[in-house]
């Protein structure tokens, strides 16, 4: 059928726990749902090795296995799942068109937005260049291409905690550079960085400038409580320096707050509602402190279960 023709009760945006969990409970409840999946299926966590914090798997479970097992658990009950960026969201009479990037249009009677966020680069010169040559936003990916080399990775929060640790397994040696003197990272991710030998932790210290053409040789540090510069030699260097929400493509339709977050809760009735009536928000898109896959999870569900209510109403 043409995409343009069918028309759903709800459209997802979003594949990470929060999109997945809504497509759960929409299907379950008798709903025609369909997820668009975006440019990284599954979200965030395919990009960490292990996740040791979802209940349910005593001994962790690989993020990618996670998430394509939440991805089989929607379609198994009759969920579609579409592969596609969307670029708008249209108002089209009492319904919504959630327009993709192929030109496609999803009519549909409700929207989730569960686009979770985007990874924050340092806006260095040469970064976007060398990427694929050095540089890098995912250990997880790329870690087994720098078996024996020299490695670093910038951030202090758990992500970058845990790609030092898994380049680790690979690399000879690891700097973690960090532009505080103490990690954000919780207690077990800060232990596991201090007790292995590999990682070198570089304190109070910024990434200033990356060096190499055809691919990074070398960066500069800088120290800044000293000012003191230093040239590394590197092979790798992976940006773990926190995100930013995916809601761009949402400016001028729903209320948003400074950092890019979606306000949620505007009608008291509807925790999960944007500003919009029919328009919910769930996980990392919407501005919460936690940022956790169960949290986000968590409120796809409140999400579905809100936007079920509404289309009752
Ligand atoms: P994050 O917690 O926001 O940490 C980002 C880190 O990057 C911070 O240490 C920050 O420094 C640093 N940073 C930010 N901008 C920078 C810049 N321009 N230059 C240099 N450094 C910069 O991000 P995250 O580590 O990606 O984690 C995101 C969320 O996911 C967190 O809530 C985290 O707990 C969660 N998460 C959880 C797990 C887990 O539970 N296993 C795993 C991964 C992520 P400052 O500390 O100085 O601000």
């Known amino acids: 059928m043409n995409e343009s023709k069918r028309k759903y009760d709800v459209v997802i945006i979003g594949s990470g726990p929060a999109g997945l969990t809504a497509g759960i409970y929409a299907v379950r409840a008798g709903l025609k749902a369909v997820v668009a999946s975006g440019d990284q299926p599954g979200g965030q966590l395919t990009i960490t090795a292990v996740v040791e914090n979802y209940p349910g798997f005593p001994n962790g479970i690989g993020g990618i296995k996670l998430m394509m097992d939440m991805q089989k658990q929607v379609e198994n009950l009759g969920g579609e799942i579409k592969q596609g960026i969307v670029k708008k969201i249209l ?33 260095i010169e040469k970064e976007k260049e060398l990427i694929g ?32 640790v898994f380049l680790s397994r690979f690399a000879k040696k690891v700097y973690l550079i960090h532009r505080r003197n103490e990690l954000r990272a919780t207690k077990i991710e800060q232990k596991r960085v201090f007790e292995n030998k590999k990682i070198e932790v570089v304190w109070s210290t910024e990434v200033k400038e990356l060096l190499g053409d055809e691919k990074l040789e070398k960066i500069k540090i800088v120290n800044n409580k000293t000012g003191k510069e230093r040239i590394i ?23 948003m707050e400074k950092t890019g977050h979606i306000k949620v809760g505007v009608d008291k009735k ?9 328009i919910f928000g769930a996980g990392d898109c919407v501005n919460n402190a936690y940022k956790q896959g169960i949290v986000a999870a968590g409120m796809g569900c409140k999400a579905a279960l809100d936007m079920e209510r509404w289309l009752k109403e």
């Not at 327009?99 to 806006?123: D, F, H, P, Y």
């Not at 087994?144 to 670093?152: E, I, L, P, Y």
């Not at 509807?270 to 029919?278: F, R």
Request: aromatic share 8%; hydrophobic share 40%.
């Open 133 to 164: 040559r050095g540089v890098s936003g995912c250990a997880t990916c790329d870690g087994m291409f720098f078996g024996d080399k020299v490695v670093a990775v910038t951030g202090g929060g758990n992500t970058a905690c845990e790609e030092a």
């Open 233 to 255: 030699e590197i092979d790798g260097l992976f940006v773990a320096i926190g995100s930013d929400p995916a809601t761009k493509f949402l400016t001028g339709l729903v209320e």
């Open 270 to 278: 509807y925790s999960t509602m944007t500003s919009v009536d029919g």
């Open 91 to 123: 108002k089209i009479q009492k319904n919504f068109g959630v327009k993709l990037k192929n030109n496609g249009i999803l009519e549909t009677k409700t929207v989730i937005v569960a686009t979770g966020s985007k990874a924050r680069w340092l806006g």
